[in-house]
Every structure is written in C-alpha cells, then in structure tokens.
C-alpha cells in the first residue's frame, strides 16, 4: 500500500513543503529511506520502530520504502519521526491514509513514544496556513510558540498512541484556542532603569531618540564613565513590538531551536551583547548549515558591541552590508539561506587604548600614533553607517552623590518613545516599515518634505563637511525622529540642528572637539 503524509521543512526561517511517501509492498523485509536524509533522519528507523512497539502497534514487514520530497534538498533533523510513523501505519493499512489528508504534522520520538519538541513549529504553522491545510498536528511543547495563529486547527500531541487515537476517531485532540498578541504581552521587566544613571543627560537625550526611531548610536568616553550602563538601560525605553515584528523574531529564534521548552512568542525585543572575541560567523552567520548569527538574533532590536574597537576589523567590515540592508545572506557549500538583520547598532569604545585620550586630566599616556592607530580599527564606512554619536564623559563626583528619586525613569521615556513610534508607523506603515531608520532614500522623498530654512541648513553642513550622500539621508531621518518625539508635523531647523550635531560630533577624541568623520 502506499500512503502519503505533508510535513515542512526549514530554509533559514522559513516553512518549505516536505512530502513523506510510504510504500510497503511484499517480499523479504527491507527497509529504505530515500530523499537525501542526514544521520538524524536516517536514525528515525530505530526511534519509529521501538515508539510503535512501545505505543501497542506493530512495526509492518516486507519492503518499505520511505521518500521524502523534494529529493534534491537534504532533510535535516528529527521532526520527521511522527509523520514517517504515521505513513507507515497508513501504508499498512492500520489507520486510513485519507485521514492525514490537509494536515501538517511534525514531531519528534521518543523510545517511549512520547511527542518530543521539535525546531520551527510557527514557521510550520505559517507555511501551513498559507498553503490552505485545515490543521497541524504538533508537539504539545511547541504550542505555546503558536498561540497567536489562527484560522487554522493546531492539535497539540503528547504521544504517537494520542495521535492515532484521534485520526481513528476514537478519542479526539482538542485544538488549540488562539490568544490575541495583546493577551500575551506582559510588563517588560526593568532591569537597569535610566533613573539610575546620574548625569549624561547628552547621551541619555541620544538613547532617546535612537530609540524612538530605531537609530545606530556610539558611545565614546572614558572607562567608568557609564557607557556599558547607558547601553543596558536601553531595552526599558525601547517601543513596544508589533505583532509582526514579534512573528519574524520569534520565527528565528524557533527555527533555530533557541525558544526554551514551552516558550511562547517573544513580545519583548531582543537585547544581544556578544563579546568582542566573537568571529564574523559567530556574528552575521555561518557554519556548515548557514545558522544565523548575532545581528540575526538581534533582529527588531539591539546588538550592543562593547570595546568596538577590540573587535577583529574583519569581523567589524563583515556587519556593513546587513546594517545597511537588513538582511544576511549566509552561503555555505551545502547550504544558502537569508535572514533578517534589521537591528539597532549600540556600540561602546574607549578613546584610545588607556582609555583617558581627550580628558585633559593628564591622565593619557598615549602617543598621537597610537591613538590614530586605535581609532583607525572602526573603519569610515561603518562610523559612516552610525546615525548617532555622543561623547561620554566622566561623572562629577558632586553627581554622584545626586538622589535617584526625582530622576526620570525608563518608564516616562518609553511613553514619549512609544508615541513616537506609533506616529512612525501610522506615517510609514504603508510603505511596510515601521521606524524611520529603515526608510530608504525613496522612501524618505515621500514621507519627508523639508521647508526651506532646514532644507539649506542641512545642504549647507553637507557641503561644509563634506558628508557623504548616506550621511545627509541619515541627518535626515534622525531629524524627523527628533520631530515625531517633539510632536511637531514638519522638520524645523532646530530638528536638523540637532541631528546634524549628533552626526558631527568627534565622538572620537573624548572631548567633543576634533574634526568629523
């Protein structure tokens, strides 16, 4: 009998079609799985012969043949246990084969035959849902990652023995009841509050607005001058996630199996800090199967570099072209897949290497030579691509000493952000982006009509300082984040003002002063 049974599998983040062909015909017992399977699916013979024997059913005999389709693409992982499994027992006419018909299923084995959790279950749900299958059957571990899709049955599974009770009709799996977004967004746990921070009311100003419009920032100053505090403060004013911004994350983070075990989908944005000694695969992807990397995972949020000068300069060239672009194309030699990078770039870097260069304390033992040595580690073309730079400077001790209970908190600043965005989306969102960082230079002449006061202020400073095209767009955008957080319909002067001294600030020397990039 031949029986056939629709699965998924995964290219970067997303569902393609997987179809399992079961074919048990007579003669001596043998079996074949075609289709080019790696070790893990190869393994699933002995995990769906003992789950079957364990779950009361028998394993069939004589020639089996098992092909999954499409051939040329190599099936990676164990999600493919139930749906083999199930082919088999519709193949040997245990269950009826037009029972699996318009269903998805996927789902690991255990010995036990228990449904075990399995990578990418809400792209399986997607790609489901978009291909018109009235229901997916998959582990009960990974339903809370698909609360939110609705329009479609999800059957969460404990068990191969559950699984065939209910395409037998005997005992049925009740579905899922989707959750709205809303219900599943809770408070965002504040763990470093901006009220904390005593002055920098510069560079709190600055994480303000490149939060508000999802803007690259740099941070230079002196070590011990809050730079690393100011970045960790940053996910409690950070705009509340859409529901597709929530969807594309949490989809990454499914695919390559990095949710935790009954996680449900991520509604706060992501806050990736990974040390300097990290390689370029590390950070924008790789590996024999193209994984993602750090900017990957840091996608609708933050990717904070700490020391960015301390970074191998390859690894540093390698993040140009996804932060520019928003996405990542990971090609390997058995392997090519695309992921979103659309994130906000933090990064912190002392001055030089003692780290004191620009404080006129005397305290700077570096040489000029050193110091440009230093500094030359962060290439032009990626400070080029910084909307954002602002100068730290030491804490006056008399500020030190300053109670933290007038202070504003993170909490006042996420409502002026969060008011900002949403003008930001209700403006953009017809051109599918949803914060003013991501508008390109298309799309920044639709939106953005600059009057004449501010358009000659800035093609004056352009010219002055010999800024480069995507350094006058970028102005641009930071001005009309300035706008939106001020509540103001048209860009002033005052706006491009501001901008254009955050873009033209030295944000290299420590002290403010010096020419700029």
């Known amino acids: 009998m031949f029986a056939q049974v629709v699965s998924y599998g995964l290219s970067g983040m997303d569902g393609y079609p997987v179809t399992i062909d079961v074919n048990c015909s007579g003669g001596m017992p043998k079996f074949s799985m075609v289709g080019l399977p790696d070790a893990a699916v190869k393994e699933s013979f002995d995990r769906v012969k003992t789950a079957l024997s364990n779950s009361g059913m028998r394993f069939p005999l004589g020639n089996i043949v098992v092909n999954l389709a499409p051939a040329h693409i190599k099936k990676i992982g164990s999600m493919y246990d139930l749906p083999i499994a199930l082919g088999l027992l519709a193949a040997s006419g245990y269950i009826s084969p037009d029972v699996l018909a318009g269903t998805l299923f996927v789902g690991e084995l255990a010995l036990s035959g228990e449904v075990r959790v399995t990578r990418g279950a809400l792209a399986g749900a997607l790609f489901a849902l978009e291909h018109g299958l009235s229901a997916m059957v998959l582990p009960e571990s990974n339903a809370r990652e698909v609360l939110c899709i609705d329009k479609i049955q999800l059957l969460p599974a404990t068990s191969l023995a559950q699984v065939v009770d209910h395409l037998r009709g005997k005992q049925r799996i009740t579905p899922l009841t989707p959750v709205p977004y809303e219900s599943l967004r809770r408070e965002a746990a504040v763990l470093h509050d901006l009220r904390y921070v005593k002055g920098q009311h510069e560079a709190k100003r600055a994480l303000e607005i490149a939060a508000a419009g999802g803007h690259n920032l740099l941070m230079v100053g002196p ?194 952000v969060n008011r900002a965005r949403r003008v930001q989306i209700k403006r953009n969102g017809r051109l599918g982006v949803t914060s003013n960082a991501n508008l390109d230079s298309r799309m920044l002449n639709e939106v953005i009509r600059l009057a004449e006061q501010p358009r000659v202020l800035l093609a004056k400073a352009t010219e002055r300082f010999r800024l480069s095209a995507r350094s006058h767009y970028r102005v641009m955008r930071v001005a009309r984040t300035i706008a939106d957080l001020a509540g103001e319909a048209e860009i002033s002067a005052v706006h491009v003002s501001e901008a254009l001294a955050y873009r033209l600030q030295s944000s290299m020397d420590g002290s403010g002063s010096g020419s700029p990039q």
């Open 223 to 416: 070590p011990g001058s809050g730079k690393t505090m100011l970045a960790e403060c940053m996910p409690s004013i950070l705009p509340d996630m859409t529901f597709e911004e929530a969807l594309e994350t949490t989809k990454i983070y499914s695919g390559a199996g990095r949710l935790p075990e009954g996680a449900s989908m991520l509604t706060e944005r992501p806050f990736r800090n990974p040390h300097h000694t990290a390689s370029a695969a590390s950070l924008v992807g790789g590996g024999k199967d193209a994984s993602p990397g750090e900017i990957s995972y840091a996608h609708n949020g933050i990717l904070f570099l700490d020391e960015l000068p301390e970074y191998d300069k390859r690894v540093l060239e390698a993040l140009r072209q996804p932060l520019e672009n928003g996405r990542v194309s990971v090609a390997r030699v058995h392997a090519a897949n695309e992921y979103p990078a659309r994130v906000m770039l933090i990064a912190a870097m002392n001055p030089c290497h003692c780290g004191y260069h620009g404080t006129n304390d005397g305290r700077c033992t570096c040489l000029y030579d050193s110091v440009q040595k230093y500094q030359s580690k962060v290439s032009g073309p990626l400070l080029d691509r910084i909307d954002l730079r602002v100068n730290v400077r030491s804490v006056p001790v008399a500020d030190l000493s300053e109670s933290a209970d007038g202070a504003e908190t993170s909490a006042a600043v996420r409502e002026r």
